[in-house]
């Protein structure tokens, strides 16, 4: 199946009403440990047909460690956030970070301060025991102008406030536009990071994504030391064909154009990486499910 991982997240992005402001605690952001994990967008159809089934499968392989992409109207596939930790639990798994989108619907503008909506967003997560929050999307029209762009990177700092709360961090997962659209002659990607606190949002870079925008991984890493707290970790070859029409797709780990592990060991050394996420969305004919068994795989050969 050919999903758009863009077209994914569009479809995913749902608001809904609350009426309780939540109450967070006074934890002090933890630092992260150094992992290995998988993005459960990668077994996407397995997960919607058999969420347990597909956590057994993975935990029986060898992850620890897995991130969700699939947060609607409070539940987690299906579950509530409790319900979910324990599903978790019972399969020696921990999910450390998760995306769900931040737009428009999570912050009311004239009051200056965040709904409900995003407030549930972030007290789930603090509930099913993430460290990070990781929005993987910005729309189209809070980046307009370069002014537009940095204004809404202060809701960013302020949404890292809201889960420094909780003891998490708030993320962001970058796909290609962020480094193919230029604001007033600048990336949108280097206006993001320069107008964010590291210490509040931490940056998840998706290595095989930005390919489609012109960038390199390793450029990337070098040019921003200590900002990427997480990274995908992934392979891109030339695509098979895609709705997208993008020039890239991503393959099994190893088996591409990133130099992977070049990359990942700068994150270790430099790049102040401590979870490394695998993700692979396009398979060339395999399953799902023994791609990200061979990723694992490879993984582990490399140290991770």
């Given at each position: 199946?050919?999903?758009?991982?863009r077209?994914f997240?569009?479809k995913?992005?749902?608001?809904?009403?609350?009426?309780?402001?939540?109450?967070?605690?006074?934890?002090?952001?933890?630092?992260?440990?150094?992992?290995?994990?998988?993005?459960?967008?990668s077994?996407?159809?397995?997960?919607?047909?058999?969420?347990?089934g597909t956590?057994?499968?993975?935990?029986?392989?060898?992850?620890?460690?897995v991130e969700?992409a699939?947060?609607v109207?409070?539940?987690?596939?299906?579950y509530?956030a409790k319900d979910?930790?324990?599903?978790?639990?019972?399969?020696?798994l921990k999910?450390?970070?998760?995306?769900?989108?931040?737009?428009?619907?999570?912050?009311d503008?004239?009051?200056?301060?965040?709904t409900?909506l995003?407030?549930?967003?972030?007290?789930d997560?603090?509930?099913?025991?993430?460290?990070?929050?990781?929005?993987?999307?910005?729309?189209?029209s809070?980046?307009q102008?370069?002014?537009?762009?940095?204004r809404?990177m202060?809701?960013f700092?302020?949404?890292?406030?809201?889960c420094?709360?909780?003891?998490?961090?708030?993320?962001?997962?970058n796909?290609?536009?962020?480094?193919?659209?230029?604001?007033?002659?600048?990336s949108?990607?280097?206006?993001?990071l320069q107008?964010?606190?590291?210490?509040?949002?931490?940056?998840?870079?998706?290595?095989?994504?930005?390919?489609?925008?012109?960038?390199?991984?390793?450029?990337i890493?070098?040019?921003y030391?200590?900002?990427?707290?997480?990274m995908?970790?992934?392979?891109?070859i030339k695509?098979?064909?895609n709705a997208?029409?993008?020039?890239?797709?991503?393959?099994?780990?190893?088996?591409g154009?990133v130099?992977?592990?070049?990359?990942?060991?700068l994150?270790?050394?430099s790049?102040?990486?401590?979870?490394?996420i695998?993700?692979q969305?396009?398979?060339?004919?395999?399953?799902?499910?023994?791609?990200v068994k061979?990723?694992?795989e490879v993984?582990?050969?490399?140290?991770y």
């Amino acid at each position: 199946m050919k999903t758009s991982r863009r077209d994914f997240i569009k479809k995913g992005a749902v608001t809904l009403l609350g009426s309780n402001v939540i109450a967070t605690s006074l934890l002090a952001a933890k630092p992260a440990k150094q992992l290995t994990g998988l993005q459960l967008y990668s077994v996407r159809d397995e997960m919607k047909k058999d969420p347990l089934g597909t956590l057994k499968q993975l935990a029986a392989m060898g992850y620890k460690h897995v991130e969700h992409a699939n947060y609607v109207e409070r539940k987690f596939y299906g579950y509530a956030a409790k319900d979910f930790k324990k599903v978790l639990d019972d399969l020696g798994l921990k999910m450390p970070s998760g995306h769900a989108v931040m737009g428009k619907p999570h912050w009311d503008e004239s009051k200056k301060e965040f709904t409900d909506l995003w407030k549930y967003t972030v007290e789930d997560a603090a509930v099913v025991g993430q460290e990070f929050v990781i929005s993987p999307s910005l729309h189209e029209s809070l980046r307009q102008t370069a002014d537009d762009l940095k204004r809404y990177m202060e809701v960013f700092n302020k949404s890292g406030e809201l889960c420094k709360k909780s003891g998490m961090k708030f993320g962001y997962h970058n796909h290609d536009f962020e480094f193919s659209v230029k604001l007033d002659g600048k990336s949108v990607y280097d206006i993001m990071l320069q107008n964010t606190d590291p210490e509040l949002v931490i940056q998840q870079l998706d290595i095989g994504n930005l390919y489609n925008g012109g960038a390199k991984a390793i450029d990337i890493v070098r040019q921003y030391p200590g900002r990427f707290q997480s990274m995908h970790v992934k392979d891109e070859i030339k695509s098979t064909g895609n709705a997208q029409n993008d020039e890239y797709e991503s393959t099994v780990l190893g088996k591409g154009i990133v130099n992977v592990k070049e990359v990942i060991d700068l994150g270790k050394k430099s790049g102040g990486t401590k979870h490394f996420i695998i993700e692979q969305e396009s398979y060339q004919g395999k399953t799902p499910i023994d791609s990200v068994k061979e990723d694992l795989e490879v993984m582990r050969k490399w140290g991770y």
